[in-house]
């Protein structure tokens, strides 16, 4: 087939605040749940910044950010999705008033946007929950952060409402059932947190999340704001009926926060779940009129499919998957152990769309690899990684058939643009970006940028609209 992507389709790259700007005690800066988590989302948790934790630094985007933007220009972005740190704009959380410095920034950031014609995508909680809000509060678990979140979003939405139309509000929103703590600020150990106290903070982010988007389409009507989740299609293991029940349930645990999102009602087999699984829950009518302030699209990241058996002797966990499931004998896999499966991409698109009929966004997709800096033909320094071109080549194909397939997808940014510290591992030798940054996990390094071989790959695919892309 033909590659054929819509006119106006948002091509760029994605970053998060947290993993890339570093100054993590400058202008006023508070910390954030990443400042005692050196070691990655599902690492110790330190009492204070340790001068372990590569996030305290990054990339120092913070200092850079001009030279990293001309790049992204360069390469021909046409949308840029990057975080607002909350711990910038109120450094413990439950402030009243904002931190002027931190506004400052981000107004800052968004003028060297608009310099270059690219359209900013902005995540308001990308797992930087204020350590504060966590240790005082039990983050999400308790019910005073939604005013807490009001605040914050009322805050930005009203300073940026002329800069920015593309909003999410929680990145990987269904990651706090994994990950508590990185996602929910939930300070409560994970062995000890009660199942109805989970689901209560789930209900919290669902509620504010909602709540954002109708604030948010108060301040500018023309706001596009979208829920974001991390997609993973679910496969049987074999044809047996049980597998497929297996799947079901397994899927239903990742759908059911992108259903409340869209559908603006708890689904029916949650409740069944909660009366089932002895959870109950603190939902007020408030809460469920709240929750039909639904998003304009869904958003979400895309590394793996998994794999589901209803079979104990058979569930070997799949290494590296964040949501669980088993290894897939049919698929390769990333040197984290992420299964590599382009075709799970068409899968998914194809699923939310046909749940939803609303318009899609992939706002991540990359492969986490071990780069080489080497001297290139022209006498730069460049990294030959045709590992990663191979990869998100054989992605965006796929992409192309689900939009041939009659999907509506705004757009594509893949994650890790720009190399930067990750969130599982905290590590920075696990490179995602089509630029090079000379820092590595000891600390060492000048934080010089340099283009790798994608960047021109990549460059090219935007400038073709997706024609380049190779068809195998």
């Not at 269904?174 to 000890?192: C, D, L, V, Y």
């Not at 293991?237 to 759908?255: G, K, Y």
């Not at 958003?299 to 799949?318: H, I, L, N, Q, W």
Request: aromatic share 14%.
């Amino acid at each position: 087939m033909q590659t054929v992507f819509p006119k106006g389709f948002l091509w760029g790259g994605a970053t998060a605040a947290n993993q890339y700007e570093g100054a993590y005690n400058v202008d006023g800066k508070g910390l954030s749940v990443q400042d005692v988590t050196p070691q990655g989302g599902f690492g110790p948790i330190t009492d204070g910044p340790t001068p372990d934790n590569m996030k305290l630094e990054g990339i120092d985007f913070y200092h850079r950010y001009k030279e990293d933007i001309a790049l992204f220009a360069e390469m021909g972005f046409k949308t840029y999705r990057t975080s607002i740190a909350w711990t910038r704009i109120f450094p413990n959380g439950d402030e009243t008033e904002p931190n002027e410095a931190g506004l400052q920034f981000y107004d800052d950031l968004f003028d060297e946007l608009a310099k270059y014609g690219i359209e900013p995508l902005i995540t308001l909680s990308h797992y930087e929950t204020p350590l504060h809000l966590a240790r005082e509060y039990d983050g999400w678990v308790n019910r005073k952060m939604i005013g807490f979140y009001e605040n914050y979003v009322r805050t930005v939405f009203t300073r940026y409402r002329d800069k920015v139309k593309y909003w999410l509000t929680f990145n990987e929103i269904n990651s706090i059932i994994h990950a508590p703590f990185m996602s929910g600020g939930i300070a409560t150990a994970p062995e000890k947190l009660s199942k109805s106290d989970l689901y209560q903070a789930c209900h919290h982010e669902l509620v504010a999340s909602a709540l954002a988007t109708k604030i948010g389409h108060e301040i500018n009507p023309d706001f596009k704001i979208g829920c974001m989740v991390i997609a993973m299609p679910t496969y049987p293991l074999t044809s047996h009926p049980d597998d497929i029940i297996a799947v079901m349930e397994a899927d239903r645990q990742n759908f059911f926060f992108s259903d409340v999102h869209v559908r603006g009602t708890y689904p029916g087999y949650m409740k069944r779940y909660f009366r089932e699984h002895g959870i109950e829950l603190n939902i007020t009518p408030e809460d469920e009129e709240i929750l039909k302030n639904t998003v304009d699209f869904v958003s979400f990241s895309y590394y793996m499919s998994s794999t589901e058996t209803a079979d104990p002797a058979k569930r070997a966990a799949g290494e590296g998957n964040i949501l669980g499931g088993i290894h897939n004998p049919y698929l390769e896999a990333s040197e984290w152990g992420w299964q590599i499966d382009p075709k799970g991409l068409r899968v998914i698109l194809n699923t939310f769309w046909d749940r939803y009929q609303k318009p899609l966004f992939i706002v991540e997709n990359g492969l986490g690899a071990v780069d080489q800096l080497v001297e290139g033909e022209d006498g730069q320094m460049t990294v030959n990684d045709d590992y990663r071109i191979n990869y998100l080549n054989d992605h965006l194909v796929q992409v192309a058939e689900a939009i041939a397939d009659g999907v509506d997808l705004m757009g594509y940014t893949t994650w890790g643009c720009i190399d930067l510290v990750s969130a599982s591992t905290a590590e920075l030798k696990k490179r995602y970006g089509f630029i090079y940054v000379d820092r590595h996990d000891d600390g060492s390094g000048t934080l010089n940028r340099y283009k790798k071989k994608s960047f021109n790959w990549y460059k090219e695919v935007i400038a073709t609209n997706g024609a380049s892309l190779v068809q195998k």
